[in-house]
């Protein structure tokens, strides 16, 4: 890579911990820079995250992002702790986070002692990890002992998917299920099994089924009702609340 190519790729904002299915097209961050913004959809992966995690609870937000869903947490009385792998990023989400570190999660030293927090926040990121197995079994020893890990990860094994294949096609893009940055895709069972391998057990799976252009209560509770009766076929996007077992 040429001296002007380096420069230009050190300017742009990593996508590493920021994407999601519907990345905020009405947010002036996310237009201008790419991060993520809430998604305000009732039967969305941000709104089910955000009822998963409740209220007054003390969250380390891993790839928190612009603080997107640190914001709404605080005003649920939550104290939010972030880990950004973006300095921009960061310092957004440092208007709301109690602390934010700038860093690699996968590989950063992380301050806390055992039993830190209620929730361990990882909103569409261990796709991203190099991984992901290893960080999740690395942060299990901050929750405290109710305490829960909360995620979201899309599903591979998604009908538009399938038919890709049936179709003899494979492509990455800039966003979505194939997004480039994308390192590690999860079918429901090997999300099961991965969790279980890094020390977890699921206790809340839930799906989304997005309906992009459509913005009727009706066709999202209907969207949602297929994905929960055939998730593995349906689920745009896996979301789940976890334990730890040892």
């Not at 941000?46 to 209220?55: D, I, N, Y």
């Not at 429901?188 to 252009?213: F, H, K, Q, S, W």
């Amino acid at each position: 890579m040429n001296k002007k190519s380096d420069a230009a790729a050190k300017q742009t904002p990593s996508r590493r911990f920021t994407r999601s299915e519907f990345a905020g097209a009405d947010s002036d961050l996310a237009q201008s820079t790419g991060y993520v913004a809430l998604n305000e959809r009732p039967h969305g992966g941000h709104m089910k995250l955000l009822a998963l995690v409740g209220s007054g609870k003390r969250v380390l937000d891993v790839g928190c992002s612009s603080g997107y869903l640190a914001r709404p947490l605080v005003k649920r009385g939550c104290t939010v702790i972030g880990i950004e792998l973006d300095d921009t990023a960061a310092e957004s989400a440092r208007e709301v986070c109690s602390e934010v570190l700038v860093g690699d999660a996968e590989t950063m030293e992380l301050p806390f002692p055992e039993s830190s927090f209620d929730v361990i926040l990882c909103g569409d990121l261990i796709e991203h990890l190099r991984a992901p197995e290893l960080l999740l079994a690395r942060v299990r020893p901050l929750l405290r002992e109710e305490g829960r890990l909360v995620l979201t990860t899309p599903n591979v094994a998604n009908w538009t998917m399938r038919l890709g294949l049936l179709a003899g096609r494979w492509r990455y893009t800039e966003r979505g299920i194939l997004d480039r940055t994308h390192l590690h895709l999860f079918t429901r069972n090997t999300l099961v099994e991965t969790l279980e391998r890094a020390g977890y057990r699921i206790v809340e799976l839930d799906y989304t089924v997005p309906v992009p252009g459509v913005g009727a209560p009706s066709m999202e509770r209907a969207a949602h009702a297929l994905g929960r009766a055939r998730p593995s076929l349906f689920a745009y996007q896996f979301v789940v609340a976890a334990t730890r077992v040892r």
